[in-house]
């Protein structure tokens, strides 16, 4: 169980591109991608076995707007739910193992093996808990953050590296 979150403005691309892949192995992963020529935002989650998918067609890229999105993974309740800009988007059920934060071995943000996003992205966050949709609504709203695991802000400036100011894994 657990959810991520992140803000992302797309600009104008011609192709696929990931926001967030993370990966242990082919068994266990985590990907959220923007699909260019159908619009559309797919999250996919495996936790040790067959790819839980939710998939939405909403038009966020070139905007020119900040959306936030959020994913959740219950697997007491068996739901992968996708929310935008505060709303629940799309939902799975039938959810049955694994963590959202549990993706420490290879992180990619804003890129996927050699593909970049374009992308502007910021306070990337990962948690072990899953969020109800008032507490989803209150992230979005800027007025509640908890205790990410994990969070990257992307105010460093310049360079590639980002610092988490996440609580850690306790």
Same mark, same amino acid.
């Given at each position: +169980?657990?959810?991520?979150?992140?803000? &992302? !403005? $797309?600009?104008? *691309? @011609?192709?696929?591109?990931?926001?967030?892949?993370?990966?242990?192995?082919?068994?266990?992963?985590?990907?959220?991608?923007?699909?260019h020529?159908?619009?559309?935002?797919?999250? +996919?989650?495996?936790?040790?076995?067959? &790819? !839980? $998918?939710?998939? *939405? @067609?909403?038009?966020?890229?070139?905007?020119?707007?900040?959306?936030?999105?959020?994913?959740?993974?219950?697997?007491?309740?068996?739901?992968?739910?996708?929310?935008?800009?505060?709303?629940?988007?799309a939902?799975?059920?039938?959810? $049955?193992?694994?963590?959202?934060?549990?993706?420490?071995?290879?992180?990619?943000?804003a890129?996927?093996?050699?593909?970049?996003?374009?992308?502007?992205?910021?306070?990337?966050?990962?948690?072990?808990?899953?969020?109800?949709?008032?507490?989803?609504?209150?992230?979005?709203?800027?007025?509640?953050?908890?205790?990410?695991t994990?969070?990257?802000?992307?105010?460093?400036?310049?360079?590639?590296?980002v610092?988490?100011?996440?609580?850690?894994?306790?």
């Amino acid at each position: +169980s657990g959810y991520i979150s992140l803000w &992302a !403005k $797309t600009d104008t *691309t @011609t192709t696929n591109r990931a926001y967030f892949a993370s990966f242990i192995d082919s068994d266990n992963l985590l990907s959220l991608f923007y699909g260019h020529s159908a619009n559309e935002l797919k999250l +996919s989650y495996r936790g040790g076995g067959l &790819a !839980k $998918t939710v998939s *939405t @067609t909403d038009v966020i890229e070139g905007d020119g707007e900040w959306h936030h999105i959020v994913a959740t993974a219950d697997t007491t309740a068996g739901t992968l739910d996708y929310y935008l800009d505060g709303v629940l988007d799309a939902s799975y059920t039938g959810l $049955t193992s694994g963590r959202m934060d549990n993706y420490t071995q290879i992180l990619d943000i804003a890129k996927y093996s050699t593909t970049y996003t374009n992308t502007k992205m910021r306070d990337v966050k990962i948690y072990k808990t899953t969020l109800t949709a008032a507490q989803v609504d209150l992230l979005y709203k800027g007025q509640w953050n908890g205790s990410p695991t994990h969070w990257w802000l992307f105010n460093e400036g310049t360079g590639d590296t980002v610092v988490d100011i996440g609580v850690g894994d306790s």
